[in-house]
C-alpha cells in the first residue's frame, strides 16, 4: 500500500513563467478544476468552493526557489499539506506533485487522488503550452 507517489510533469516553458502562473490561486480552476470550481480572494484568504464546501487555500510565501506548496483547510476543518515545486531544466520546466496518502485512506481513494493529480498536470502542462503557441 503507497503512502505517497511522485508526479512529474515536463513542460516546454521557463520556470518563470510556470511558477507565475501555478503560483496564483485564480489560476487553479484552469488547472486543478478537480479542487473545485471557483477560487476567489476574501479578505485577504483564498477559498475554492468545492463540493464538500468551502475550502481555505494558504500558498507558500513568493519564492525564488520555485516551491508552490500549498495547504488546503478542508470543509470539515482538516489540513492537507501539498508538496509542489517547479524546477528548472534549461529552458523548461519540471513539475513535482507529491501525492500523500491520508490516515485511512482507501486503495480506491488513492487510485481516484492519484488519477486526479495526473490529470491536473497534464492540463497545466497543455496550457502552458498552448499559451506559448
Known amino acids: 500500500m503507497a503512502t505517497d ?3 512529474l ?3 516546454d516553458r521557463p ?10 490561486p485564480a489560476n487553479l480552476p484552469r488547472w486543478a478544476p478537480g479542487l473545485g470550481g471557483s477560487v476567489n480572494l476574501i479578505d485577504g484568504q483564498w477559498f ?3 463540493p464538500e464546501g468551502r ?7 513568493a519564492n525564488e ?3 508552490l506548496d500549498h495547504e488546503v483547510r478542508t470543509p470539515s476543518g482538516e489540513t492537507v499539506y501539498v508538496p509542489l515545486r517547479a524546477i528548472a531544466d534549461g529552458n523548461a520546466t519540471e513539475v513535482v506533485f507529491s501525492l500523500r496518502r491520508m490516515p485511512g485512506m482507501s486503495d480506491t ?3 481516484r487522488d492519484t488519477a486526479l493529480v495526473e490529470a491536473d498536470l497534464a492540463r497545466l502542462k497543455a496550457v502552458l503550452e498552448s499559451a506559448a503557441g
Do not use: K, M, N
Open 48 to 50: 475554492v468552493d468545492t
Open 109 to 111: 481513494d488513492f487510485d
Open 65 to 67: 526557489y520555485g516551491v
Open 9 to 11: 510533469v515536463h513542460i
Open 5 to 7: 507517489t511522485r508526479h
Open 55 to 61: 475550502a481555505r487555500l494558504t500558498f507558500a510565501p
Open 15 to 24: 520556470v518563470a513563467e510556470v511558477y507565475a502562473f501555478a503560483a496564483d
